[in-house]
Each structure stands twice: as C-alpha cells, then as structure tokens.
C-alpha cells in the first residue's frame, strides 16, 4: 500500500456521487463506519439510517420510483433477512439496487460467528442471481464505477462484497 | 365498515395524490374499486408499504399516501423510528387498522388485543398522529393532506373481507407507469 492512495472510503463515496446516486440507507458495520460517515455528511446523498436491511430495501424502493439512484450499505448478515425483499420487490419490479457488502467472516475476521453467514453469502447471492463482485485489494474499487453504471443499466440488484483484506489494506 | 368499505370511501381523496398501497386484499381492493397510474400495488413483500412511501415521500415532491394494515405494520415495527426521526411533510402514512389479518384469513393482530399503534407511533417519536373510526377515515385524511405535515392515522376498522380478483398487472408495468407519472407531477 502506497501512502499516496486515497482513502478507500473516499473512493468509494466518489464512484456512487460519480454515479448520481442521491439516495443511500444504511445499517451499520464496524468496517463499514468510515463510508456511512462520509455519507452523512456529503450533502449529494439523502442518507436515511434504517432499521433493518429489508426496511432499507424498501425506502430504495420507493427513491427509485420518485426518480432517485438508491443504495444501501449493510454487512454480509443481512442476505439472511432480505431474501424476500430482494425477490419480491427489488427484482420483481426491476429496480436497480447497489448493495455495498461489508464480507464479514472472511480471513482475518476476529469474531468466529460472522463466520457462518460468510459460508452461505456467496451462494445466496448466486441462488437469487444477483451479480456479485468481490473486493479484496484496495485497487478493487477502481472497479466501483463500471459496477455501479452495470447496476442502473441492467436495473438489478447488484452485490459488492468488501472482505476483511479489502478493508485491513486500507487502512 | 371493513376495510374494503375504507378503501372505497377514500378513493376519491387519494386519486389525485400518490398512492403506495399494501400488499394482498388492500391492494386488490383498489385496484378494483379505482385503478390509477399514480397507485403503487404492492405484489408481494409485506410490510413494507410505509418504507416505500416515505423512500419516495422523501425523494420528490408530490403528496404521498401509503395504505398500510396493523399486521403489516407490525412486521415491520421498524419503520416507524424511521418516518419519526426523518419527516417529509408530503407523506401520510394511513394503517387500517382492522385488528386481523385480513389477507390471511382474519387471524387477530396484537393491535386488536393490547397494542395501540396510535401510541407506538407517538413513542417512536411520530408527529401528528390521529386515530379515528373507520367512517371518519376520509374526512381526517382529507385534512392531514391540506396540512402540509407529515401525518400518521390509524384507521379503526371491523375485519372482514368481501371477494376480489387478483391485479393481474406486471410488476413492471406497474412501476413504470407509476414512475411516469411521478416525473409527470414533478416537472
Ligand atoms: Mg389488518
């Protein structure tokens, strides 16, 4: 890692503003705490703080129908409660979701459950076919921008795995 | 009155607003009794009307209603901190409130036994909440959408359903128009 990249969290803040996303829920992760405060305090998004993700999936629903880019940023663990949202809603009315995926429970995960959700996420997102991409270096997020334009374009949910190397080597 | 009796007396409130109306018999019921492409029908995913009404409340102008039920609110509990602590003063949150649910075969709800959601929505913070009889629905609704104050009522009203067909529009078709006819009203 070189001294003179710029914060990951930054980059990633650019690529959804870059994208014209004005609408961003959220459900807190510790790896994930630098790009919500971003986001609360960027003047470019609406940030609404939900609940619980299923909740969020909801009011991305109804951003995109008044006319706004949604996203949401959640952990890895709220696949388990968004299963019907994401089948029902999100793609049944082909509504273009970024979902920005803290991975928890990959190597160098400190917390041993996290573990067992991160053993089912990949599949869950195949078994719903939702495009997933996974980051595990810091130059992945160069990749944000192209994923984020191929989210809107096809009007799907898309999922962008951050894993524990993604975020350890940005720091 | 049942909520079917509800749904057809506030028909002629709604029509000129945006509607997000929950899933199963609510959605059907004014699909049936008043389709408009400014009604969002939710297909599936319950509980999760409110959200989707203030997402949108909160992303564009026009006036919003969306028609909820106490067990689907109660699914989603959540939702209410949410409107509570971010208002959009163009969003009316409407739970008919029949203490069943409806769309299931009138299994009762805690909001029919000991839960109020009139004073849950106060405790999470919500402004504005009215509960009201069923035959007074259209009247209070009418005022809270002159207000121009974000407004919770909850809609005290008999269970029971009378017959009606499935909406047999696409998904897509649905958000389409509906996404017309917001960018319609915002322009
Ligand atoms: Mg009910």
Redesign the pocket.
């Known amino acids: 890692m070189t001294k003179t990249s710029p914060d990951v969290s930054v980059r990633i803040v650019e690529s959804l503003a870059a994208n014209h996303v004005e609408f961003i829920t959220t459900v807190p992760c510790k790896q994930l705490a630098g790009v919500i405060d971003l986001v609360d305090k960027d003047d470019r998004f609406r940030h609404v703080p939900s609940n619980k993700e299923d909740e969020g999936m909801g009011l991305c629903a109804g951003a995109w129908l008044g006319g706004k880019r949604p996203a949401i940023i959640m952990q890895n663990t709220a696949i388990g409660v968004t299963i019907n949202a994401l089948a029902t809603l999100i793609q049944y009315y082909h509504i273009p979701l970024p979902m920005l995926i803290s991975y928890r429970g990959e190597v160098g995960e400190k917390v041993a459950c996290q573990v067992e959700m991160a053993l089912h996420t990949k599949a869950l997102l195949q078994e719903l076919a939702i495009p997933t991409y996974h980051f595990h270096q810091q130059q992945d997020t160069d990749e944000l921008n192209g994923i984020l334009n191929h989210c809107f374009m096809a009007k799907k949910p898309v999922a962008v795995l951050m894993d524990a190397g993604f975020w350890s080597a940005a720091r | 009155m049942i909520r079917s009796e509800v749904i057809q007396s506030i028909a002629p409130v709604i029509r000129d607003h945006l509607v997000v109306c929950n899933i199963g018999l609510p959605s059907q019921e004014l699909f049936m009794h008043d389709d408009q492409p400014s009604n969002f029908y939710m297909l599936g995913t319950m509980g999760l009307a409110s959200s989707i009404g203030l997402g949108l409340a909160l992303s564009q102008k026009a006036k919003v209603v969306a028609i909820d ?3 689907s609110i109660l699914t989603n509990l959540g939702t209410l901190p949410t409107i509570a602590n971010n208002p959009a003063d163009n969003f009316v949150l409407l739970i008919i ?6 769309s299931t075969g009138d299994q009762p ?1 805690y909001a029919g036994r000991k839960t109020s959601l009139a004073k849950v929505a106060e405790a999470c913070g919500c402004e504005n909440v009215f509960e009201c009889p069923a035959e007074e629905t259209a009247k209070v609704l009418e005022q809270a959408l002159g207000s121009d104050r974000m407004t919770i009522i909850v809609s005290k009203c008999k269970s029971g359903n009378v017959p009606v067909d499935v909406i047999e529009l696409d998904p897509v078709v649905i958000a389409h128009r509906f996404r017309e006819e917001v960018a319609r009203r915002n322009s």
Do not use: H, I
Not at chain 2, 97 to 102: A, F, K, L, P
């Open positions: 039920g106490d067990g409130d029949n203490g069943s649910y409806g709800t």
